[in-house]
């Protein structure tokens, strides 16, 4: 995850190299030591296993973390990854550069309860504090940070569509404070939601208008009741037979910024992540000749929260508006274990119905269940 001081990128150090030549560099590759391999790690605390997780509710227990192809073609990040699609080293120069792992949506949980790596990192150069956006999450009535539970805080960016997409995510420390940083040159909008410790989830807030170099300095997020519930299932087939793939499952909302529309990607609390991470497998629930997967949202019901940035002082969205609560679930589907490439026509898929056919709305406390999202022509 990010590092929390608003005065530098870095969590930790991972070591630096004097053997990188002087170019430009589109690609960054880390090679992860396999199972096998497991007795070359310094102070091992996965036992057996080279790359681990440790739970929460188990802290002093490790589980060994699967792998896909980390440990032979190594976790790729792209140019689309990297701050400014590149960076630049000058013959003798020094270059710190800060990587972004997003932990919250790179383990998932197979059916089979094994935890698998799936990554989702970001890099940039490190120069100035000037690459960064900060702040402070809020809640409205008491004026602190959330108590309890988690904070997850969305840097998006606006696609041709009118969807904003998730540049990076991260959660807040147990103050509300977060960072985003490197951030390449643009306009973004920060969106966030909480869920506390007894189980109040918060409306969705965003500040639109944020560059990199801003400082949100406190923003106040509202309560919403309790979450409401979306389930629904997602199938994937070749068009003949059932086939697997890796989905990202995100919850839109509609606010309006200028005049125009825009569908924001509401963050999952309750989930600690900006979207789901999925796996299609076959089962028994599953229509004909597909793979399938089931999933359930925790969403607020309630509307989001919106207002501009402005160069001073604390943010005063306006209060969530009343009204109907509507949704639309977005998925992408990828080849399994490819660290990205899109799978099926389309690879993108949208719904803002129920299975019944009626508009996907909620109600706090409630559950609704969407259509189905069936992707077709996969690998």
Do not use: W
């Not at 068009?239 to 990202?248: I, K, Q, R």
Request: glycine share 10%; proline share 6%.
């Amino acid at each position: 995850m990010l590092g929390i001081a608003n005065d530098q990128c870095f969590l930790a150090s991972l070591g630096s190299t004097t053997e990188l030549q002087a170019g430009h560099y589109q690609q960054i590759r880390i090679l992860l030591l396999d199972d096998n391999h497991a007795s070359k790690v310094n102070n091992n605390q996965c036992g057996s296993a080279a790359n681990c997780v440790v739970l929460s509710a188990q802290p002093n227990h490790s589980v060994p973390l699967k792998l896909s192809s980390e440990a032979k073609t190594g976790i790729k990040i792209p140019s689309g990854q990297i701050a400014g699609g590149q960076f630049v080293v000058a013959s003798g120069e020094v270059k710190d550069l800060n990587i972004d792992f997003n932990a919250c949506e790179s383990i998932v949980v197979e059916g089979n309860g094994q935890y698998r790596l799936k990554p989702v990192l970001h890099a940039g150069e490190v120069s100035t504090t000037d690459d960064s956006i900060t702040g402070t999450v809020v809640d409205s009535v008491t004026g602190v940070g959330i108590v309890g539970g988690n904070t997850v805080v969305a840097l998006e960016q606006r696609d041709s569509s009118g969807v904003d997409r998730v540049i990076m995510a991260t959660v807040t420390d147990s103050n509300g404070n977060f960072v985003f940083c490197p951030v390449p040159d643009g306009m973004y909008d920060v969106v966030m939601t909480a869920i506390n410790g007894a189980g109040t989830i918060y409306a969705a807030t965003v500040i639109t208008g944020v560059q990199p170099g801003n400082a949100l300095v406190k923003v106040p997020v509202t309560p919403a009741l309790l979450p409401a519930s979306i389930t629904g299932q997602i199938t994937t087939t070749t068009g003949t037979v059932g086939t697997a793939a890796d989905l990202s499952l995100s919850a839109l909302q509609q606010i309006t910024v200028g005049g125009s529309t825009v569908m924001i990607t509401t963050p999952l609390a309750e989930q600690s992540t900006a979207a789901a991470t999925l796996t299609t497998a076959p089962g028994s629930g599953c229509p004909v000749n597909t793979d399938c997967v089931d999933y359930t949202l925790a969403v607020p019901a309630a509307n989001p929260s919106v207002g501009t940035f402005t160069p001073s002082g604390n943010r005063t969205p306006a209060p969530p508006p009343g009204g109907t609560v509507g949704y639309s679930l977005d998925a992408n589907a990828f080849v399994p274990g490819s660290a990205g490439a899109t799978d099926c026509n389309p690879s993108n898929l949208q719904t803002n119905q129920t299975s019944t056919n009626a508009p996907l709305t909620v109600t706090a406390g409630g559950t609704v269940t969407a259509a189905t999202l069936a992707f077709t022509v996969c690998q």
